[in-house]
């Protein structure tokens, strides 16, 4: 069956564009396994290519979350909302997890390990990986809440701080490249849990450690997509 206009028209069209104007396009993405927050810039059909997913599988998804009402999760429209209250949500919503759930995922992966590293050496792999990406965006969070974040507010409101860092371009191509080694750290767990699927002798703690990495992949797509695909474009636009 041929494509209509609008398939062929959203075919062309980059994942970033989708999922910022059609309302749980993110959800199709996240459950599709397409790349929308560091691939964003892919058009849709050859990041379906990639994922091995049928094109027009994915058209289909995405013409039906079109006929669904709504903007976003918490009902906001994050492409026309102040910059202000974007942040204070990414702040609140998605800062606020990470750091309730990294020290927690760490003490579960360590007690993991100790239990069963022996009969499944990859979680020895799995850990060193989950505690640099830890690591990593611990350090993150910090820049964007005292560096750039203050800055984008400041500057909407009219009262932009002194930057030591020259256009706000710069700040925002390393929080880029920051997101860009957080994808690959959740793609490497993804392949090291085989999809997080756990074997016949897990205990409930290694059955919970998974299903929470997941759940953090998941948050992490969403937290970098607000970010990488509406806060920064739009910031840079702002001057």
Wanted: hydrophobic content about 40%; aromatic content about 6%.
């Amino acid at each position: 069956m041929s494509m209509t206009a609008t398939q062929n028209a959203n075919a062309s069209r980059t994942v970033r564009e989708l999922a910022t104007s059609i309302p749980e396009a993110t959800r199709v993405f996240e459950q599709m396994g397409i790349d929308y927050c560091c691939g964003g810039l892919t058009p849709l059909a050859d990041a379906c290519a990639a994922a091995n997913i049928p094109l027009e599988r994915v058209l289909s998804q995405l013409e039906a979350a079109q006929r669904q009402r709504g903007q976003s999760a918490s009902g906001e429209d994050w492409n026309t909302t102040s910059l202000s209250r974007l942040i204070e949500h990414i702040v609140n919503t998605h800062h606020a997890y990470l750091k309730q759930e990294l020290p927690r995922l760490e003490k579960l992966m360590a007690k993991v390990v100790s239990v069963h590293g022996a009969n499944h050496p990859e979680l020895t792999e799995v850990e060193e990986v989950l505690l640099a990406l830890s690591s990593e965006l611990g350090s993150h969070l910090m820049k964007e809440e005292q560096i750039l974040f203050p800055y984008v507010v400041g500057t909407e409101n009219g009262q932009a701080p002194h930057a030591c860092f020259g256009s706000v371009e710069n700040p925002i191509r390393m929080m880029e490249y920051e997101h860009e080694n957080a994808g690959q750290a959740l793609r490497q767990l993804r392949a090291l849990t085989q999809d997080y699927k756990t074997p016949a002798d897990a205990c409930i703690s290694y059955q919970t450690l998974y299903a929470a990495i997941q759940a953090l992949e998941a948050d992490l797509h969403q937290h970098i997509h607000l970010e990488n695909n509406i806060l920064f474009p739009r910031a840079m636009r702002m001057g």
